[in-house]
């Protein structure tokens, strides 16, 4: 089982930037792909990013160019670098691991979850 704990949110102007954490815990975290997603008050939970085992990158479109998803298997740390940020990027944003391969998009193939990290973008 991993345990997924998420900090870095905070409050932050239009065009500024935060970098998200995700603690994991357990032995196997090399093993699981990673993910980030999101969800804006009453909105469903949507996908933003997700790194690969090996470490290949996939970006939601909303996202691509502005935000990196990178880990540290040796620290057991997933991030989600996120620049030029927008009010529309205000979410509570989750962590999550995946015991499947390649890249994953859907809720439901995520086998894990932090409990959410705030991020508030004023404009």
């Known amino acids: 089982q991993v345990q997924l704990v998420e900090s870095g949110g905070g409050l932050v102007q239009a065009g500024g930037s935060l970098r998200l954490s995700c603690a994991a815990s357990?032995?196997?975290?090399?093993?699981?792909?990673m993910g980030w997603f999101r969800q804006a008050p009453g909105k469903e939970r949507e996908f933003v990013a997700a790194i690969r085992r090996s470490g290949g990158t996939y970006y939601a479109d909303s996202v691509k160019g502005r935000c990196t998803i990178f880990r540290d298997n040796a620290k057991n740390m997933v991030y989600l670098q996120m620049d030029g940020l927008k009010p529309e990027d205000t979410a509570v944003y989750y962590c999550a691991a995946t015991k499947l391969a390649d890249f994953r998009r859907e809720r439901y193939e995520y086998d894990y979850w932090g409990q959410g990290t705030q991020v508030t973008v004023s404009s």
């Open positions: 357990g032995r196997t975290f090399s093993s699981y792909g």
